[in-house]
């Protein structure tokens, strides 16, 4: 096979070409025909996987914890999986915090700047604030009340509820392992059958995959730089210390954080992780949303990387939902930079404040486009900081938001081939593997 017919670089080649396009439309003032005729390309990609995303978790896990046939097994696994995810999320924000205290981007913005961004985003602070304050009215416990759906259907109907999801897989997962081996095994077969249904789905939509990230980068493009792409560059002018702060910390924790892990706690060789893993990265980056990444992630865990079904299909979609590292260390990079560019000195433990609110932000945060940014509300109210100041960042949240998604990514298949590491259910890595281990007709 020739490089360039490989998936990953024909992904990577749809991403340049898309920028490229869409720096050009902005200039040529093509933006209305790319919106009416390339983004909606992207969108209807990014629906397909999301269409197969409930399925997929659902066959998948219910079909993994039966065949634990142990719910002590279950119980280890799920403790062990969660202590980590809480753990590298803490480590993610104290590299976050370390970072943003060593360069303190928000004190070199000019305060005229300052101003006219909070002039500029008010409307859509507000239309941020609006979202936060349902989440703030809620009690300590809401999050585990919001666990439990009242209804199978209405939690399968909405993305946004995969937790809901992967609670009612658990539990009927656990009753199909209390109801004797030969009848159950009649569901569970329907079942695998189809979970290979959906893999199937999962590759023939791979493979519109280069076009897809094409429309969707020409739109981000298109959507940041507007008609006026030098007001974009001033903007980014302004705010590229403050990125690069916040590249700076994703990259220490994708780079060092979760290699270093991997390497003390796995047999796995790095070069074969990032290999592995590299086409669902690049589609975190194109899509902005763990939640459609996701089918993706279980597939290149599962076929790629050597991740037993049983624990890809417990550990991913519970860490797509819970674990977000590089959200959390987003949140507390900016909410440090907002705090420092309005002249607000955070004392120590104003910094372990933002530690614990950001672990627990980021748990809350939903796995799709711009999530991240509506929970950095609940940081700064935790450390008194105006609200308003998140104007500042908003212009170029869409830019980090890809970058960010592509660690949560990363750290869900990093958590997963640890788990499964110690669990020995780490086969044997295949990295350029493109099919699936199920029968396919006439293989
Ligand atoms: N877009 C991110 C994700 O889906 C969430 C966020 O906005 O930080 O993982």
Redesign the pocket.
Same mark, same amino acid.
């Given at each position: 096979m020739k490089w360039y017919q490989k998936l990953h670089w024909k992904i990577i080649i749809g991403m340049g070409l898309g920028i490229a396009y869409g720096f050009l439309s902005s200039a040529l003032g093509l933006n209305k025909f790319t919106m009416d005729w390339i983004s909606p390309w992207g969108t209807i990609f990014i629906n397909m996987l999301k269409l197969i995303a409930v399925p997929l978790v659902l066959t998948s896990l219910v079909v993994g914890v039966a065949s634990l046939s142990d719910i002590r097994k279950l119980s280890r696994i799920g403790g062990k999986t969660i202590a980590i995810y809480l753990g590298t999320t803490a480590i993610a924000v104290s590299i976050g915090l370390a970072v943003v205290n060593l360069f303190q981007p928000g004190k070199s913005m000019p305060e005229e700047i300052t101003n006219r961004l909070q002039a500029s985003y008010a409307a859509n602070v507000e239309s941020s604030q609006s979202g936060v304050a349902t989440v703030k009215k809620a009690g300590p416990l809401q999050p585990i009340v919001e666990m439990v759906p009242q209804n199978l259907f209405e939690a399968a109907a909405d993305n946004r509820s995969m937790l809901q999801i992967v609670f009612c897989a658990i539990l009927i997962g656990i009753a199909l392992i209390q109801i004797e081996g030969s009848r159950s095994k009649q569901l569970v077969n329907i079942l695998e059958i189809a979970n290979d249904v959906v893999l199937v789905t999962v590759d023939m939509i791979m493979k519109l995959a280069p076009y897809g990230v094409f429309a969707l980068l020409a739109n981000t493009i298109v959507s940041v730089a507007g008609d006026n792409p030098s007001e974009a560059a001033e903007l980014l002018k302004a705010l590229g210390f403050y990125c690069f702060v916040v590249v700076l910390g994703l990259g220490l924790h994708a780079f060092v954080t979760f290699p270093t892990m991997i390497k003390l706690l796995t047999p796995m060789n790095l070069r074969t992780f990032f290999k592995g893993i590299g086409p669902a990265q690049l589609l $975190?980056f194109s899509t @902005? #949303? #763990? !939640?459609?990444?996701l089918p993706v992630t279980m597939e290149r865990c599962e076929n790629n990387l050597g991740v037993s079904e049983e624990v890809s299909s417990f550990v991913l979609p519970l860490g797509?939902t819970i674990n977000?590292d *590089?959200?959390a260390l987003?949140?507390a990079v900016a909410a440090c930079f907002i705090a420092q560019a309005t002249g607000f000195d955070l004392t120590f433990g104003d910094q372990l404040t933002i530690i614990f609110t950001a672990v627990l932000a @980021?748990v809350g945060? /939903? $796995? /799709?486009? *711009? $999530? !991240?940014? /509506?929970?950095l509300l609940i940081v700064l109210e935790a450390i008194g900081v105006p609200s308003a100041g998140l104007a500042l960042v908003l212009g170029v949240d869409r830019i980090l938001?890809m970058i960010?998604?592509t660690v949560? /990514?990363t750290g869900d298949a990093a958590v997963s081939v640890i788990i499964a590491s110690g669990e020995n259910q780490l086969g044997e890595p295949d990295v350029d593997s493109p099919e699936p281990d199920f029968k396919m007709k006439g293989s």
């Open positions: $975190a @902005s #949303s #763990s !939640g459609a990444t797509t977000m *590089g959200t987003y949140q @980021s945060t /939903v $796995a /799709v486009p *711009g $999530a !991240g940014i /509506v929970m938001d960010r998604t949560n /990514v």
